[in-house]
């Protein structure tokens, strides 16, 4: 066995150590990894706040509320470095072993989910914008919002999962990810009935799947953060397959022409 790893112990404490030195070590570890996970909290936090605006914005035509939230995804993308350079700092000085290493590997892949959210936002923020002076009735936003609440739901429930360690809410929230398809499947419908009525309902109708799209996207990433946390909780993967609908929009050219036709 090599000398290195023999004398290496789970949370990182060397074997033959003293009590007093362990339990030093572990009790630095524990800081570290609760200081990681507050960072993840309040990078969710920002995320949240900008799914929320984001469907303001559409709802009231706020394109400066639209800006606003496209500079703010910088601010997650400063949160998601300094996680990942953090992680790497504790793992160097605490050579973590077994289940505290894959909690460090976990928090980084969160926060990677989380910045993918907030670009996400971002691209919505985009398509408020683009559509000033073209925004559609408030009637055909209802399934827009629909979307946008359920991906908001989940969202924060998978983060509360994670900072409880509720592995249970966790695969809650991973099998739930249907209802978004359905309701993703549902607008594009609807929108395309709306294109194929009138030619000057494709701009706005097109702006609005694209971030329909986005949402969709959004409720992945918050299934993705479940499997973390399962991953986290149990040490394995989850074995069953979630269920998911396959969107209207990925099923192929053949798909698009049959909506088209009926």
């Known amino acids: 066995m090599n000398r290195a790893f023999s004398r290496i112990g789970r949370r990182g404490t060397k074997i033959g ?45 706020d394109t400066a509320l639209a800006q606003q939230i496209i500079l703010a995804d910088s601010k997650l993308d400063t949160m998601q470095r300094e996680i990942d350079e953090q992680a790497i700092i504790t793992i160097a ?16 892949q969160i926060a990677g989910d989380i910045e993918r959210v907030g670009d996400l936002v971002k691209n919505i923020a985009k398509r408020v914008i683009a559509m000033e002076g073209h925004f559609p009735p408030t009637s055909l936003l209802s399934g827009l ?18 900072v409880q360690r509720d592995d249970e809410r966790a695969v809650e929230v991973w099998r739930s990810d249907g209802g978004i ?7 594009f419908r609807e929108l395309l009935t709306y294109m194929m009525e009138d030619p000057r309902n494709i701009t ?13 996207r ?3 990433h918050a299934t993705n953060i479940a499997e973390r946390i399962h991953y986290v909780v149990t040490g394995g993967t989850l074995s ?12 192929g050219a053949e798909g698009a022409e049959a909506e088209l036709e009926n």
């Open 240 to 251: 069953i397959t979630r269920p998911k609908d396959v969107p209207v929009s990925e099923q």
């Open 17 to 61: 150590m003293g009590p007093t030195m362990n339990q030093h070590i572990v009790s630095a570890f524990d800081v570290d990894i609760k200081d990681l996970q507050q960072k993840i909290v309040a990078m969710g936090g920002v995320a949240e706040r900008m799914l929320s605006d984001a469907l303001t914005a559409i709802e009231k035509r």
């Open 204 to 216: 706005f109708c097109t702006h609005l799947l694209f971030s329909a799209k986005n949402i969709e």
């Open 93 to 108: 000085r605490r050579q973590p072993m077994a289940v505290d290493l894959r909690d460090i590997f976990v928090v980084s």
């Open 218 to 220: 959004i409720g992945d």
């Open 181 to 187: 398809d359905r309701l993703y499947n549902a607008l």
């Open 145 to 162: 919002r629909s979307m946008s609440l359920m991906a908001l739901g989940q969202f924060k429930a998978v983060l509360d999962a994670y």
